[in-house]
């Protein structure tokens, strides 16, 4: 049993864990993620490590469904049955000189232990963060500190540049020169953001979020494409790069499973929730 020390809520639908796993925190680096599991009779899902402090691990999540409205519920004291950790590939940091690290909506969880990573490898580390509207942007304070320049957009203009992270991406890539980038986020951001650095020839990582259930490379179900080629998410990256990825095909596989998750998420707020039965959608 993993103890939940400490909860947050940091944005709506937007939590933050700190959960006791010494094995993870130990050995966890910038780009990796874990496995929980709440209960005897709960779902596996794949959470990124976003942060690590002694003996205990950070994890960062937006309930969209049954298992991470249930995790919302935990307050500290509370166990979790599992936390399988650190998997996944660490992210590729390197002295490259100017890196722009950028994390759109929940994905924003993943920047500051990569921004950390590059700034301690010697680069020149410059954070862009966006969401919908200012309510919904996390870790505005902690990436400040960490980066040498930090940029905010929202896509109502309530903070910082009306607009989304690419446009800021852009107009950056024509001021300077840039080295290497990280992008994270729902699929559809990492696409179009992604093709910006595309004409530019920079260097440019992705973080994918297929669906994954054993996270060692056995089931399958994280397959992506990968210049043609296929790969696990869960060992071959998460982390991959970018020009190389078919977004169509990996949004294409989040989707098979809306109806079951949809179901599962039903029979929760039926049967188990100590929400009363209230949707939280
Ligand atoms: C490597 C990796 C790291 C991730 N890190 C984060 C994170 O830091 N914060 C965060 O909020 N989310 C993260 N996710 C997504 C998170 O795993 C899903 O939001 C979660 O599994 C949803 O479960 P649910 O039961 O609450 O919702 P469901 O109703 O079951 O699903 C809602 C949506 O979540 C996705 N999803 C469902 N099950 C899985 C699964 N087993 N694996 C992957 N995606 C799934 C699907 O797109 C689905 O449509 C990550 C995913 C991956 C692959
Ligand atoms: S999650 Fe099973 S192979 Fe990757």
């Known amino acids: 049993m993993y103890r939940v020390e400490e909860t947050k809520l940091l944005a709506e639908r937007v939590y933050q864990i700190w959960v006791n796993a010494p094995h993870v925190a130990r050995h966890a680096r910038a780009g990796q993620f874990l496995i929980i599991r709440i209960d005897e009779t709960g779902e596996r899902i794949p959470l990124t490590i976003s942060a690590v ?10 309930a969209v469904g049954k298992t991470t409205q249930q995790l919302a519920t935990l307050n500290a004291g509370d166990a979790i049955l599992d936390v399988a950790g650190p998997l996944g590939r660490p992210s590729e940091i390197q002295r490259y000189g100017t890196c722009v690290v950028i994390g759109g909506g929940v994905g924003i969880a993943s920047t500051p232990i990569i921004a950390r ?17 200012a309510d919904l942007l996390i870790l505005e304070d902690e990436m400040r500190t960490i980066c040498d320049e930090l940029f905010i957009t929202t896509d109502d203009g309530s903070k910082g540049t009306h607009g989304f992270v690419s446009d800021v991406l ?4 024509e001021r300077r020169p840039v080295d290497c980038t990280w992008i994270i986020g729902p699929a559809i951001m990492m696409k179009v953001t992604s093709n910006v650095t595309r004409p530019y020839g920079v260097k440019t990582f992705v973080s994918l979020n297929p669906i994954m259930v054993d996270g060692t490379g056995m089931c399958g179900s994280c397959r992506v494409q990968v210049g043609g080629e296929t790969k696990f998410a869960c060992v071959d990256g998460p982390e991959f790069d ?16 809306t109806g079951e998750e949809r179901e599962s998420l039903e029979h929760y707020h039926r049967h188990d929730c100590r929400c009363g039965g209230d949707s939280h959608e």
């Open 117 to 133: 990573e590059a700034k301690e490898a010697g680069n020149y580390v410059i954070g862009i963060i966006g969401a919908r509207n």
């Open 170 to 173: 852009k107009a950056e890539l």
């Open 242 to 257: 970018a020009h190389q990825v078919d977004f169509d095909l990996l949004m294409q596989r989040q989707r098979i499973y």
């Open 53 to 62: 402090n002694g003996d205990t691990v950070r994890i960062i999540f937006m």
